[in-house]
């Protein structure tokens, strides 16, 4: 059996099987995924309690329709399928809000800027969305490696190193903890390299819970790079 056969993505795509386990899997996903979806919504122009409704309606009407059960898992990755999901919703919304003000109606958020809204960098809606995405998934691997720790007796040393899973330590950054803990600093940089190791294969695993293929897999991985080089340098 492919390790993909068993992931959270392919679990949401088999409904059939067990269709409760197939939402609450989608459900950790759209938690993952909360943070990368409201700062796209958000860089489209919306007030922070636009996009706040925006996103809400969002992951309610793609849980419920659970159109997902029809998507080929061959067709690769959940993220690229929750951000197609995404833009039909906005302009899907923008359509009902211009619909309602020729009817007379009052909408109740104005969604005239969809899609239309001249961006910087910083601003550009997608780069917003593989800013969140990247770190939502770093977020969610170092909480897996800080479960580890603590379940080893380790906590202490997790939380002193954590600085240095992301960025690369100075030689007195290096001085600092390893008096701190009483070791050397050649101990503590082994610790650290270990530490390290241990988050990137973290990473791997919760990327390839969201991917259909190897080849997807190894896309991901150099998104996310790309992704947080430009957010954390």
Known sequence: ?????????SLVLSTQGDPARARAALERLCRIYRPA????????????????DLTQGFFVRFLEQASFARADPQRGRFRAYLLTALRRHLINAADSAHAARRGGGAAAVAYDTVENTTATNDDDPLRAFERGWALAVLGTALGHLREEAARAGKLDLYEHLQEFLTERPGETDYARVAAALGLRPNTLAVAVHRMRHRLRELVRAELAETTGSAGDLEQEITDLRAALRATLH
């Open 37 to 52: 979806v409201l700062a796209y919504v958000r860089r489209q122009g919306y007030t922070t309690e636009q996009a706040e």
């Open 1 to 9: 059996m492919s390790r993909f056969e068993t992931t959270r993505w």
